[in-house]
């Protein structure tokens, strides 16, 4: 069985590097899985995927995490935090893993690869994510969280 924590572990990777280089280059990346996965060979693809969904959806998640992290928008966060959020909201959007446990793992992967406060702060901003994500979807014509109705 592939272990999904090593899938998103490389994701966020992926992630940060693509940040990093400020475009998504995939020869950079299967390098990189290639020496990092030497002994994970099923989890390469399945990481590869999920990094370049969240990369692609950065244009939808990012503004999500702006308006929950107003205080620490996207642009000023550190980028091993923003790789893993951007991961985390893209698993919760697009997976059929339950959006808790996508928190949590977010969140270990917070301990493991960031600062000490980073934890609490991915836990607060995704756990308002989710708050948006669950009101949208119990009425999709609710106002976005963050965002007031305009009177004409």
């Known amino acids: 069985m592939i272990r999904k924590r090593k899938i998103r572990e490389m994701a966020m990777q992926l992630l940060f590097l693509w940040d990093a280089q400020g475009e998504q280059n995939v020869e950079h990346a299967r390098r990189f899985v290639d020496e990092s996965a030497v002994d994970d060979l099923p989890a390469r693809q399945p990481a590869m995927d999920m990094a370049g969904g969240a990369w692609i959806q950065r244009e939808i998640i990012d503004p ?16 091993v935090d923003r790789a893993i959020l951007r991961l985390a909201v893209f698993e919760m959007m697009n997976s059929q893993t339950p959006q808790k446990v996508v928190i949590d793992e ?5 301990k493991q690869f960031s600062t000490e406060q980073s934890a609490s702060f991915v836990n607060g901003v995704l756990d308002a994510v989710l708050r948006e994500i669950r009101a949208l979807v119990a009425d ?8 007031e109705e305009k009177s004409g």
Do not use: D, T
């Open 64 to 79: 999500m995490l702006n308006r929950h992290a107003p205080q620490w928008p996207v642009h000023r966060q550190g980028g």
């Open 106 to 110: 977010a969140i270990e992967l917070a």
């Open 140 to 147: 999709p014509a609710l106002p976005v969280a963050g965002e």
